[in-house]
């Protein structure tokens, strides 16, 4: 599987979120997005999702234009997990997990198979929320929610996994944990997973390849080692770094910014 996307121009009424923005990503890789805020790390996730239509620019899935899939075929094969749009949802964790298998299911008959409910259970066990299957979504804490999100996307078998943000409420045990799990899911089943992240600590942990984005453009696109520079986060952070080698781990300690906001 490939996803090649390009020259994606996508607009907000006046506003213009994602400038030119062309990527290839390969089956197995985990490619994490980073950038500061506002950079239009969300809307080309919510691009390639078919949430949102772009204004010029193709995304092709195995060659195929995604304009081309039916939503049932899209939902086959594609995740998108945004855990703000999650939240208010009315059904019980086992529920909204079931509901993943659905694109799999004869559309007349609508039953559940004994297979569906091994799924839901293997994958409930691994992600450690067996115990809140009977809850409503609005019981959870935000970290128990993520792991909900990211089950369901396991679940639902899909060959491309879309995250946004799925660590930020995660404690450090379980930022570690699911993304192993993660890791593992896209080269076990050859997927494709991409990750919008702030934590660049993470994105260099786990990440074949990272894509810096700012102001609507692909900066760079690379291996973490060739982007976390201090050159290139001063440029498009506006803050000053500086970089560790920890055993072969990056990691980027912020020092300033280079503008400091006044009171
Ligand atoms: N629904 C919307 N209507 C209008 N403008 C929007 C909308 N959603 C996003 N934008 C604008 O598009 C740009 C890109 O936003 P986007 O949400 O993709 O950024 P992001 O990189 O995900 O940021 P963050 O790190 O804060 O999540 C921003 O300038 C934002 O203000
Ligand atoms: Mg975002």
């Not at 509901?99 to 559309?107: G, K, L, W």
């Not at 074949?208 to 700012?214: E, F, G, T």
């Not at 453009?217 to 803050?239: H, N, Q, S, T, W």
Request: proline share 3%.
């Amino acid at each position: 599987m490939k996803i090649v996307i390009k020259g994606l121009e996508v607009w907000y009424d006046s506003i213009q979120a994602l400038r030119d923005a062309s990527l290839e990503i390969n089956e197995g890789e985990l490619t994490f997005i980073i950038g500061p805020n506002g950079a239009g790390k969300s809307t080309l996730l919510k691009t390639i999702a078919l949430i949102i239509k772009p204004k010029v620019g193709v995304i092709y899935i195995d060659g195929k234009a995604l304009s081309k899939f039916s939503l049932k075929e899209l939902s086959k094969i594609l995740a998108y997990v945004d855990y703000q749009i999650s939240k208010s949802l009315p059904s019980t964790v086992f529920e909204f997990l079931l509901t993943a298998r659905y694109p799999h299911q004869n559309m007349l008959t609508f039953s559940m198979s004994q297979e569906d409910l091994e799924i839901v259970d293997k994958i409930s066990k691994q992600l450690n929320i067996s115990h809140l299957l009977d809850r409503k979504l609005d019981q959870l804490s935000s970290g128990e929610l993520q792991r909900v999100l990211i089950a369901r996307a396991f679940i639902q078998g899909s060959k491309v996994l879309l995250l946004d943000e799925p660590s930020a409420f995660l404690d450090l045990k379980y930022k570690l944990e699911i993304l192993d799990l993660v890791k593992k899911f896209t080269k076990i089943n050859r997927s494709i997973c991409i990750i919008a992240i702030h934590d660049l600590y993470l994105a260099s942990l786990y990440a074949d390849k990272v894509v810096i984005m700012s102001n609507g453009e692909i900066v760079a696109v690379g291996r973490p080692r060739e982007i976390f520079r201090e050159d290139l986060l001063e440029k498009v952070y506006g803050v000053k770094t500086h970089i560790l080698d920890i055993n072969g781990r990056i990691a980027v300690i912020p020092l300033e910014p280079l503008n400091k906001m006044e009171l």
